[in-house]
């Protein structure tokens, strides 16, 4: 069984800067590709950035040029450093883990951590 404990949410103003962690912990073969979704309240969940396991990462539009995702594979954390962090970014982060499997079928298990609140107060 796998699971991803997030730290590092909280509030902050406008501006100010915030780095989120997730890290995995149980029986995994490889870690594949990470990622950080948001989901604010009455809105859908959406992808914030995400990292592949070569460290290729790809960013939402409103995010971009402020947010940066990286990973340690030794240490199976993931991160994202938050930057210029404004109040439509505050909503609970949520991280996804892809787990590489003995599936014969090559399918990747999927594993959600339980979110972190990130509220930016103006």
């Known amino acids: 069984q796998v699971q991803l404990v997030e730290s590092g949410g909280g509030e902050v103003q406008a501006g100010g800067s915030l780095r989120l962690s997730c890290t995995a912990s149980g029986d995994i073969l490889r870690l594949n590709a990470m990622g950080w979704y948001r989901q604010a309240p009455g809105k859908q969940r959406e992808l914030v950035a995400g990292i592949t396991s070569g460290g290729d990462s790809n960013y939402a539009d409103p995010v971009k040029g402020r947010f940066t995702i990286s990973r340690d594979d030794a240490k199976k954390t993931v991160y994202l450093q938050m930057n210029s962090l404004k109040t439509e970014d505050t909503a609970v982060y949520l991280c996804?883990?892809?787990?590489?499997?003995?599936?014969?079928?090559?399918?990747?298990?999927?594993?959600w951590g339980q979110g972190t609140l990130v509220t930016v107060s103006s």
């Open positions: 996804n883990v892809r787990i590489a499997t003995l599936d014969p079928w090559g399918r990747d298990l999927e594993v």
